[in-house]
């Protein structure tokens, strides 16, 4: 119940659909009291199945944040496989454990816009191989210009309505016609930057600390910070500062003056982008309710957006103008809830759903977590990610040893559990993972791997570790075709890269995000190798995300008689976008001052490398790089190549990205 007497809806978000296979169907909720579920499977052919569960380690999970906050994991296993190819409806039911003789409620009830139309429940395809997948990165809620979610929602709104739903068995030929509708998408990528825990609206702050009062989540005391006043998350809320100038809330002794330049420095970057750190989440009750009003729109209706007191001029002014994209963005969340309570989504994170430039250097870490204010604020933004998104990515890898820690952290928020927590989340090391798909899904994770530079502190790290690269050549052995997950784009644009080494020479790389994989000589090296290795895939589909620009790569070795086919593929952003000026003279300037015959190409580590760049259809003057906010479609075919790469824009276009040979270049 609300403080305005309205009551609570009972699912507060999802239902999602996470890692499923036909021996295993993984879901995520979040409700506002404790339940049973009821989960009833029906393919399109084929017995139903029915399951009624009870909290405990046997198929449903439950951990407790708050009075009104619970998070459900959903995890069924078949011993007979559920059938692939085809349509599979699925219901879940809730009943109250506080009225064990009450009714079951249907989540498709409780949220109408959750069936699409001519549906009565929601379903999925489990394929026998993967025909086409959607995948994206960098979703910024008050970001103006749409939202791609929105646009996958519609695309498999499309698909149903065509009447016979494509299954991914039919080959490119079938479907190469350029109005054809892909095969029914088999996963969902989300690459990175899922939440932005560093860049927040002044509204959705706003929205934020109305949530944590509503469900009632605990206070957290918040030691370490050295200002008399922080002591606790409900002080912060209350406090001046707690809106559009959180920078001032670390102190100004000499000691913590790289702190304040590297957690809340609103840093200042003149080749990108300019991040502002000014609303920066920094309490655990604060990045669990950011989750829940960017996935879900079912508390929205609850919120009032007037902005708290005491703002002066030029905060309220910029108040006004984010609501404006705030509530844009809120009209589309249940297409959002929709889309993934239909497709399996696949989460890795990246620097912006813990913090700007996190790990970034050696230099950076001993800064940051060797302050125990910083340290808490990290860490509660990586307790939030294991909660939403690394949960349902792989189970297994959070056993029951660490689920008891997190519930005794979520009882005692601030305590000696919650930063016991801390500490093992900065050490774990199964963040990424693999899902047995046909090519195979292996997702890699490049922040907390980090190869750190022995030479120099402030140079950047090596975005995975020799040990971790080593770990990835194994899973990779031997697999004909793997579809490989990078958050930042192994083959990038090389001007770029270019500039980020040139500041990170004059020991500047926070001021350029010189993050790539080839700004350190080891991790480059070894990612290379991986690729030169004889026993290694023939076709890499590589995802990334990252850069707020879009691009194709066709990579093909040099010197070998057969090695690798390798296709970079980059969609980026979700919602977000690269300064359109500012992309139009690295775009043009790239592509003079790299060349075929230019001489700057033999300077790069992807010299041995043929790349031959696509260009994205109906773009003028020759450009590769594409601006604006949307979702990236790849088509596969039998042996895992990508015949037809494609970016759904939220404006309504369909851009195809094409090959021509022509265009090819060493790199």
């Not at 309710?289 to 879900?296: E, G, K, Q, R, T």
């Not at 080839?518 to 990334?544: C, D, E, W, Y």
């Not at 990252?546 to 010197?559: N, Q, T």
């Not at 590769?624 to 759904?648: A, K, Q, T």
């Amino acid at each position: 119940m609300t403080a305005s007497g309205t009551p609570l809806p009972l699912v507060l978000a999802g239902p999602m659909l996470r890692r499923c296979s036909p021996q295993r169907l993984v879901l995520w909720l979040a409700v506002r009291e404790p339940v049973r579920a009821r989960i009833t499977i029906a393919p399109d052919e084929g017995q139903p199945l029915d399951r009624v569960l009870a909290p405990g380690p046997a198929g449903l999970h439950c951990l407790t944040a708050g009075a009104h906050l619970h998070y459900l994991l959903v995890d069924l296993q078949f011993d007979e496989p559920l059938p692939q190819d085809r349509w599979i409806s699925y219901v879940v039911n809730l009943q109250s454990l506080a009225s064990p003789e009450g009714r079951w409620l249907d989540c498709a009830d409780l949220a109408p816009d959750l069936c699409y139309p001519g549906k009565t429940s929601p379903g999925f395809i489990l394929p026998s191989r993967v025909g086409s997948l959607l995948h994206g990165s960098c979703r910024k809620p008050h970001h103006t210009g749409g939202d791609g979610l929105v646009e996958a929602d519609r695309l498999l709104n499309r698909c149903l309505e065509q009447g016979a739903l494509p299954t991914g068995r039919e080959t490119a030929a079938e479907t190469v016609a350029p109005d054809k509708l892909p095969a029914w998408p088999s996963v969902l990528v989300l690459t990175g930057d899922q939440v932005y825990a560093d860049d927040v609206a002044g509204p959705m702050l706003q929205a934020i600390h109305q949530v944590v009062a509503m469900l009632d989540l605990p206070d957290e005391p918040l030691a370490g910070a050295d200002l008399t006043w922080l002591d606790s998350a409900q002080t912060l809320y209350r406090h001046p500062a707690g809106f559009y100038r959180r920078e001032t809330l670390l102190p100004r002794r000499k000691r913590n003056d790289a702190l304040i330049e590297v957690l809340f420095g609103g840093v200042e970057k003149p080749v990108f982008t300019t991040n502002s750190a000014h609303n920066h989440l920094i309490t655990l009750g604060e990045a669990l309710a950011m989750y829940l009003l960017v996935w879900s729109p079912a508390l929205w209706p609850l919120i009032d957006l007037d902005p708290p007191p005491g703002l002066d001029v030029a905060s309220r002014s910029l108040y006004r103008s984010e609501r404006l994209a705030i509530e844009e963005f809120v009209a589309g969340l249940p297409e959002v809830r929709r889309l993934f309570a239909h497709v399996p989504t696949a989460m890795i994170f990246d620097d912006h759903d813990i913090t700007d430039d996190w790990n970034l250097s050696r230099e950076w870490e001993e800064v940051a977590y060797g302050h125990p204010f910083s340290k808490r604020v990290i860490g509660n933004a990586l307790f939030g990610y294991l909660l939403n998104q690394a949960w349902g990515n792989s189970p297994d890898a959070f056993d029951e040893d660490i689920l008891d820690q997190v519930q005794a952290s979520l009882d005692a928020p601030g305590g000696k559990a919650h930063d016991d927590l801390i500490d093992r989340l900065l050490r774990f090391d199964h963040w990424h993972y693999s899902w047995p798909t046909t090519p195979p899904l292996v997702v890699v994770d490049t922040r907390t791997h980090r190869w750190r530079s022995e030479s120099a502190a402030r140079k950047p790290s090596g975005l995975m570790d020799w040990e971790a690269l080593t770990d990835l050549q194994q899973t990779l052995r031997g697999q004909p075709a793997v579809l490989l997950v990078s958050p930042t784009p192994i083959f990038g644009v090389k001007l770029i890269e270019t500039i980020q080494r040139i500041f990170t020479w004059f020991g500047q790389p926070l001021m350029v995000d010189a993050e790539n994989w080839m700004a350190h000589p080891g991790a480059a090296h070894a990612i290379l190798n991986i690729f030169r290795h004889p026993k290694t895939p023939q076709h890499f589909v590589v995802l990334s995300g990252d850069v707020h620009y879009s691009f194709v790569y066709d990579v093909e070795l040099r010197g070998r008689v057969r090695g690798p086919d390798i296709w970079q593929i980059c969609s980026s952003a979700i919602r977000n976008a690269f300064p359109a000026r500012l992309l139009d003279v690295l775009d043009r300037a790239n592509r003079w001052l790299y060349s075929p015959r230019s001489p700057l190409n033999w300077l790069t580590r992807r010299r041995h490398m043929r790349v031959i760049p696509r260009k994205p259809e109906g773009s003028p003057h020759g450009r590769r790089l594409l601006n604006g906010s949307g979702i990236g479609l790849v088509e596969i075919d039998e042996e895992g190549v990508p015949w037809r790469i494609r970016e759904l824009l939220t404006d309504g276009r369909m851009v195809t990205f094409s090959r021509r040979e022509a265009e090819s270049r060493w790199d």
